[in-house]
């Protein structure tokens, strides 16, 4: 396998690889892996070594299944394609390499064609606990796997058909100034139910214990254990009307959790999401967190006038 030793590598805010990708406004790419620095493998084998025995204490069994299934090199960098030759037959679903932010209507639209956009650098090895961004760790090792489940991957799917039709009702109410805010609020009510939940969901488990199945929680060393154990984490059954009105901070511990029953339960909130919707309850949900940012709001607006 050939590395890169003295070079820049693959390092989250220091890929000149990822720079000239967006300078040259290429979202989707391929994955240069010759790129990758013997740091960069360290670093992935690093993160990997300190999480396993705590997904086995903590994540949901559907998670370890899905690790078990992709069979990752726990010492390098996995291949993009390596994961996909396991990962498609088992769910339709592939990783697609990007080169950074996608904006939300595309990215949940890429869910909808069963595609899940994953980032290709990876945290420095001196910020293993904590990034602001996601890395290919978070998202290769902490969402993928369980993407291998069908029940899963079919809520990410149903997801994005939610939407969908969030952007096709956009393209009948117009671009004024409460057309508009009736459109962030949407937005702002998907992304809290996709936090809460893909990110930084708990289900109950076996003899009513806890399970990590969100992503965020999973990729986080600190984090896993602290969603599970910690007395200072609030952990509510889920309850719709308190998840899309919740805000979030992403730069800390999360101090507020919700719990779902089963993939089913889970499934059955995102149909109820698209309801409340269609009646209109999403276009005003409580403001703050996450803040709704030009590029998502536009996002949706072009996927409207397009559809």
Known sequence: MQTAINAPGLTTARAPFIDEARASGELFVHQPYELYSSTNHRTWAELHRRLLPRWKRYANKKFLEGVDRLALDPDHVPRFEDVNRFLSPLSGFVAKPVSGYVPAYLFFDCLRRREFPTTITIRDFSCLDYLPEPDIFHDLAGHVPMHTDRLFSDVLVRFGEVAHTAA????????????????????????????????????????????????????????????????????????????????????????????????????FEVDRLEEWMLEGRLGNVAVGEPVVGEADLHSFLEAGRAD
């Open 168 to 267: 096709r009702l956009s393209s009948g109410r117009g671009q004024d100034s409460g057309s508009l805010r009736e459109l962030e609020g949407i937005i702002r009510a998907l992304a809290r139910f996709f936090w809460f939940t893909v990110e930084f969901g708990l289900m109950r488990g076996d003899e009513g214990r806890f399970e990590a199945y969100g992503s965020g929680l999973l990729s986080s060393y600190e984090e896993i254990a602290t969603s599970i154990e910690s007395p200072a984490v609030q952990r509510h059954p889920f309850r719709l009307e308190w998840v899309i009105n919740q805000g979030f901070a992403i730069d800390r511990v999360q101090p507020l959790l919700f719990v779902v029953e089963s993939f089913e339960h889970l499934y």
